[in-house]
């Protein structure tokens, strides 16, 4: 069984950073892609990034391009997001997610298996 455990969210004024960490326990060394979403009140799940097994292959939605990073440890069983140019409507609870052994990421929810509580960013205006 998977584990994913979030941190790292906060309230912080626009034009600010943030740095999400997702800390997974179980077996997940370099076997799931990971990504991260994000879900606004009234909103539908969206994606926001996604990284491969090895780290080799990033992805990210067009609206978070250039100012989200993700980056992983698999020696630690980690996934980060580092936010950075924050904007109001990045305010959102994130969440971490890990696909099955070996499935390669996307951006749709359902590729993803496991997922984290999630953890509240606020970014004021």
């Known amino acids: 069984q998977v584990q994913l455990v979030e941190s790292g969210g906060g309230l912080v004024q626009a034009g600010g950073s943030l740095r999400l960490s997702c800390a997974a326990s179980?077996?997940?060394?370099?076997?799931?892609?990971m990504g991260w979403f994000r879900q606004a009140p009234g909103k539908v799940r969206e994606f926001v990034a996604s990284?491969?097994?090895?780290?080799?292959?990033?992805d990210y939605a067009d609206s978070v391009m250039g100012r989200f990073t993700i980056s992983r440890d698999n020696a630690k069983n980690t996934v980060s997001l580092q936010m950075n140019s924050l904007k109001p409507e990045d305010t959102a609870v994130y969440y971490c997610?890990?696909?099955?052994?070996?499935?390669?990421?996307?951006?749709?929810?359902?590729?993803?298996?496991?997922w984290g509580q999630g953890t509240q960013v606020t970014v004021s205006s």
């Open positions: 990284i491969s097994r090895s780290g080799g292959s990033t």
């Open positions: 179980g077996r997940t060394s370099g076997r799931k892609g």
């Open positions: 997610a890990a696909t099955p052994d070996w499935v390669t990421t996307t951006r749709r929810p359902n590729t993803y298996d496991y």
